[in-house]
C-alpha cells in the first residue's frame, strides 16, 4: 500500500501512523486505471474515498439541462471524496474521473463510525479535520458566489475583501440561487435568534425535523426530540458567532464561532434542509477537541 503523507485539510492529517494505519486495515484498497469513473453524481453513497496515488477530478458531467461538463476539482494523495454522504446521507453531489491510474482506499460509513465510535481520541481529530474540509470549501464556494454580488456603495475590489462580516451572512444575499424558499433568510434568523435566545420552542422546526451530528450519541428525532436536545446543550454556550453561509436550492451550510461557558473557542458546521416554511434535517459537524481539552460540560 502506498505511503502517504496528509497534509491541512485532509482527513487523516495529525493522525499518528499506527492510527492512520488501524483506520487504512478497516477498509480496502483498489488499483483503479485512467480514465475509469468512480462514482456518478447522484449515486447514493456508502463510503468514504482516499486517494493515495495517483491523480483525479470532480466535476459535473454534461445533462440534457448543463450545455457542458463543469470541471470542480483535482484530486491528489491525501484528498477525499464521499465526505459530504458521510455527513449528511445525500446523493453525491458530482462525480469523480480518475485522471492516472491510482490506488484509491474505501471504508464503509458505518465502518467508520463504528470504528470513530470507539477511539473517541481518533473521532476528535477525524472530525477535527472534516470540519476544516468543508469549511475551506464552503469558503470556496463563498468566493466564487462573490463574484457575482454587486459592491456595496463606494466600495473597491480591493475594500471588498475586508467587508466586516454580518452577525446573519444570509440575510438580503442577491447571490443565492432563486428557486429557494423566499424565507430561508428568515428561518435561518429565527433559528440562531432562538438559540441566542435560548427560547427552543421559537425554532422553526417541522413536526418530523431530525438532528444529526458528530457530538449527539444518537439521533434526535422529531421537533420535540430536537428542541430538548438543544435546550440541553444551550447553557454551556455563552455567545456565537454566525460566520458564513451559502444556500443552494433547499438547503443551506452555515459556519458558527463559538464560545462555551470555560471560555473554550470552537468551530461548527450546520446543515440544514428546508420544506416550505419550515426546517425538516439538520446535521452538524462540530470541533470537538477544543472541548475535549477544555473539559467540556464537566
Excluded: W
Aim: glycine share 6%; aromatic share 8%; with cysteine.
Amino acid at each position: 500500500m502506498p505511503q502517504v503523507e496528509f497534509h491541512r485539510d485532509q482527513i487523516f492529517y495529525r493522525l499518528p501512523q499506527a492510527l492512520c494505519q488501524t483506520l487504512l486495515d478497516s477498509g480496502e484498497t483498489r488499483s483503479v486505471p485512467a480514465g475509469s469513473i468512480i462514482l456518478k453524481e447522484g449515486d447514493q453513497l456508502h463510503h468514504l474515498y482516499i486517494v493515495l496515488e495517483g491523480r483525479a477530478e470532480a466535476f459535473l458531467p454534461k445533462t440534457e439541462s448543463r450545455i457542458t461538463s463543469v470541471r470542480l476539482s483535482e484530486l491528489g494523495p491525501g484528498d477525499c471524496f464521499g465526505e459530504y454522504a458521510f455527513v449528511d446521507q445525500q446523493p453525491a453531489s458530482a462525480s469523480i474521473r480518475v485522471l492516472t491510474d491510482a490506488e484509491v482506499f474505501c471504508i464503509g460509513y458505518d465502518a467508520l463510525r463504528a470504528l470513530l465510535d470507539g477511539h473517541p481520541a481518533v473521532a476528535s481529530v477525524i472530525y477535527q479535520n472534516l470540519l476544516h474540509i468543508l469549511v475551506r470549501r464552503l469558503r470556496m464556494t463563498n468566493a466564487e458566489l462573490d463574484l457575482f454580488t454587486l459592491p456595496f456603495a463606494g466600495e473597491t475590489s480591493s475594500s471588498r475583501t475586508s467587508r466586516p462580516a454580518a452577525a446573519h451572512p444570509l440575510r438580503d444575499r442577491n447571490d443565492v440561487p432563486q428557486d429557494r424558499p423566499a424565507d430561508v433568510g428568515k428561518l435561518l434568523e429565527q433559528f440562531f435568534a432562538a438559540i441566542e435566545n435560548r427560547d427552543m420552542g421559537q425554532l422553526p422546526l417541522g413536526d418530523g425535523a431530525t438532528y444529526r451530528g458528530n457530538m449527539l450519541p444518537e439521533a434526535a428525532e422529531g421537533a420535540d426530540a430536537v428542541r430538548k436536545y438543544m435546550s440541553e446543550t444551550a447553557p454551556f454556550i455563552k455567545s456565537f458567532r454566525v460566520e458564513d453561509a451559502v444556500v443552494e436550492n433547499r438547503s443551506a451550510a452555515v459556519l458558527v464561532r463559538y464560545e462555551a461557558i470555560n471560555d473554550v473557542h470552537f468551530e461548527g458546521c450546520y446543515f440544514m434542509d428546508f420544506d416550505s416554511d419550515q426546517i425538516v434535517r439538520i446535521r452538524t459537524v462540530f470541533d470537538s477537541l477544543p472541548l475535549m481539552k477544555g473539559g467540556f460540560g464537566n
